[in-house]
């Protein structure tokens, strides 16, 4: 069974810092990994993707994230945060395309 | 690209009464929906997975008569929540697989208050 851990439930920072969102996964097969960013009331929008190839993956609104399969790690990373990316953040796993096993979320503040 | 749509956004209903909620994608064929609910403050928790035309899969511990699952055609997943109780108040998410992107797509969620 796969299960995904968000090593912190918050992380503030000072707007225009650089910022990372841990994430660490297990699964016994192939992975597929995600990172989608959730704002009050709404649905989830996807950040990026890792699905093969390049383990450093970036997406939009400026953020990337780095595969690590040894220490089966998928952390989201931005060099300069805005006062707009405060938000939930969620890590998810699918094996291969089935269903989508989520962390439990950090929840991103942006201070001026 | 890849959007579904979800309604209501916002529902308020009477304790006992039945709700429907509706994802329908709006420009490619949704083989398999998923529904989540949300806790606030919390991650999303899986409730059942429904393929086009066949009966959902549900996660254990999530009562299948009391939320039920439609998956009639390939645009349209519905979630009926019966009898509702206060309880049952949440934010409830669909989500649909894209074959072609490897990806997932998520509705903008349904805010379900019972009084």
């Known amino acids: 069974a796969q299960s995904v851990t968000q090593l912190d439930s918050q992380v503030p920072v000072f707007e225009e810092a650089p910022v990372e969102l841990r994430c660490n996964y297990s699964?016994?097969?192939?992975?597929?990994l995600f990172w989608y960013v959730q704002y009050p009331n709404q649905g989830l929008q996807l950040l990026l993707k890792?699905?093969?190839?390049?383990?450093l993956v970036k997406g939009i609104n400026g953020f990337e994230a780095e595969f690590n399969k040894s220490q089966t790690s998928f952390h989201l990373r931005k060099p300069s945060v805005h006062i707009s990316d405060t938000a939930e953040y969620f890590c998810a796993v699918s094996d291969e395309g089935q269903k989508l096993v989520f962390g439990q979320g950090t929840r991103l503040t942006i201070n001026p | 690209g890849a959007v579904v749509s979800q309604h209501p956004s916002r529902v308020i209903c009477k304790s006992g009464t039945s709700v429907k909620i509706e994802c329908r994608s709006l420009?490619?064929?949704?083989?398999?929906m998923f529904w989540y609910r949300q806790f606030p403050k919390q991650s999303l928790m899986l409730m059942a997975t429904s393929n086009e035309g066949s009966k959902a899969t549900y996660e254990q511990g999530v009562e299948k008569d009391k939320f039920l699952i439609n998956h009639a055609s390939l645009t349209l997943s519905t979630l009926t929540v019966t009898s509702a109780h206060p309880e049952d108040s949440s934010f409830y998410i669909c989500?649909?697989?894209?074959?072609?992107?490897?990806?997932?797509?998520f509705g903008s969620g349904t805010r379900l208050t019972v009084v």
């Open positions: 420009d490619f064929q949704a083989t398999t």
């Open positions: 699964s016994s097969v192939s992975v597929y």
């Open positions: 989500s649909a697989r894209v074959q072609s992107s490897y990806g997932y797509t």
């Open positions: 890792y699905l093969s190839g390049s383990t």
